[in-house]
Each structure stands twice: as structure tokens, then as C-alpha cells.
């Protein structure tokens, strides 16, 4: 085999070699192709997505709003519990002091 034998041989390699290689890759872009539908579906189902990511962070600051407006209310409501413990705490020893008045004057009057 000589030198032009040779070279000849080795550009026959080379060229089935980029053939097959570029065969190769189409076959793979041909399966791996995204049709426009499917572009647009996953477009559509980002959107949507986003949407859903929106309105559960307004649910969530809602949420919040709430519980701290709950929390207020609670706090006011047993507050006004405590006041009302204590004014009829106050009312039912102010009765006995008045029921041990009555006795008194009750006994000392018969």
C-alpha cells in the first residue's frame, strides 16, 4: 500500500465515520424533537403554575391577617372574662358583707 492508497483510504474512513456520526444526531434531534403543542402545554401549565404560586400567597397573607385579628380578639375577650371574674368576686363579697349586716341587725332587733 502506498502513500496515496493510504490517504485515500483514510478520507473514505473519515467521511463514513462523519456520515454515520451525523446520521447519529439526527436520529437523536428526531426523537428528542418538542412539538409546538407540547411547548404550549408547558407553557400553559407555567402559567398556571404562577397563578396557583399567587393565590396561595394571598391565602397565606390572609391567613395571617386573620389569626393575628383572632389573637387580638382573644386577648380582649378574656381580658373582659378577667374584669367580669373579678367585679363578680367583688359583687358576691359585698353580698355576704350584707347578708352578715342583715343577721346582725336581725338578731340584735328580735
Known amino acids: ?16 465515520a462523519f456520515c454515520m456520526g451525523w446520521f ?5 434531534h428526531r426523537f428528542k424533537r ?6 404550549d ?8 403554575l ?4 399567587e393565590t396561595r400567597d394571598q391565602a397565606i397573607t ?5 389569626e393575628a385579628e383572632l389573637t ?12 367580669a371574674m373579678e367585679g363578680l368576686r367583688e359583687a358576691r363579697h359585698e353580698a ?4 352578715g349586716w342583715i343577721e346582725r341587725n336581725k338578731g340584735g332587733a328580735a
Open 72 to 83: 387580638n380578639q382573644l386577648a380582649q375577650t378574656e381580658a373582659e372574662l378577667s374584669a
Open 41 to 48: 402545554q408547558l407553557e400553559r401549565m407555567s402559567q398556571e
Open 24 to 28: 447519529a444526531n439526527w436520529l437523536v
Open 96 to 99: 355576704e358583707e350584707m347578708r
Open 34 to 39: 418538542v412539538s409546538q403543542s407540547d411547548v
Open 62 to 66: 390572609y391567613l395571617q391577617q386573620r
Open 50 to 53: 404562577h397563578e396557583a404560586e
Open 1 to 16: 500500500m502506498n502513500r496515496a492508497e493510504f490517504v485515500i483510504a483514510t478520507a473514505i474512513i473519515l467521511f463514513v
